[in-house]
């Protein structure tokens, strides 16, 4: 399977706790996007890299989020002193930046629970 | 107002009937529009996407695109069982970046 991968799938944690997640995107793509989604609601979107660079954040991205992706492969979402608002879905997507529609395709996710 | 917005739903339509799924986007200057499908406790799932004005058909499913209108739609034809799923309709704004997703509409095909 050469489609996006994230880990875990599923995290629970007691507030207050650090978690971090990760996101393999698919081999070829340099683009790799963090999105959280909550019930009923579309994907909001978090951040997104080209290759290493960081080239937006969103406001919802507030200081105990941080995102990396050191070498332009594999990225990591860590939360700290986790909130009980903070449980939801995180999605990662990547896409191949250069193509005429950049086309995201989403990883399964992971589902995080704050207790 | 929101960026992209779509009736939550649900849609029930008839096993084989025309399912039409609806959106509008406040941003003038955005350049694509995505059709994810995501089915309960899954991950968003690309359908389609279009860019042109006007229509774009691909199996069962067809996009519609009027950016005069600043509206965006998905046909489903001969809906099946399997199709009922929850539709988000997402924007680019620029070549490359985020999408901006509706809250998503919820389709159930009744057998």
């Known amino acids: 399977d050469t489609g996006v991968s994230q880990n875990p799938r599923h995290k629970i944690t007691k507030r207050g706790q650090n978690v971090t997640f990760r996101c393999d995107p698919i081999s070829e793509h340099n683009r790799l996007y963090w999105y959280r989604q909550t019930l009923g609601q579309g994907p909001e979107f978090l951040t997104y890299?080209?290759?290493?660079?960081?080239?937006?954040k969103s406001r919802l991205l507030s200081d105990r989020f941080s995102a990396e992706r050191p070498k332009g492969s594999f990225s990591t979402l860590e939360i700290q002193r986790t909130e009980q608002g903070d449980s939801a879905m995180y999605l990662c997507?990547?896409?191949?930046?250069?193509?005429?529609?950049?086309?995201?395709?989403f990883g399964p996710g992971t589902r995080l629970t704050v207790l | 107002q929101k960026e992209v917005e779509q009736n939550s739903g649900p849609l029930s339509v008839p096993e084989g009937a025309i399912a039409s799924l609806n959106c509008t986007y406040s941003?003038?200057?955005?350049?694509?529009f995505f059709w994810y499908r995501q089915y309960s406790g899954k991950s968003p799932e690309l359908i389609m996407f279009i860019y042109s004005n006007g229509d774009k058909e691909d199996g069962r499913f067809t996009a519609q695109l009027n950016k005069a209108s600043q509206y965006v739609s998905l046909l489903i034809r001969d809906s099946q069982p399997s199709d009922s799923a929850t539709y988000l309709c997402?924007?680019?704004?620029?070549?490359?970046?985020?999408?901006?997703f509706g809250q998503g509409t919820e389709l159930s095909v009744k057998p």
């Open positions: 941003d003038r200057g955005s350049q694509s």
């Open positions: 890299f080209q290759n290493e660079a960081q080239l937006e």
């Open positions: 997402a924007v680019e704004r620029n070549q490359g970046g985020k999408l901006i």
């Open positions: 997507a990547s896409s191949f930046a250069g193509r005429a529609t950049d086309t995201q395709y």
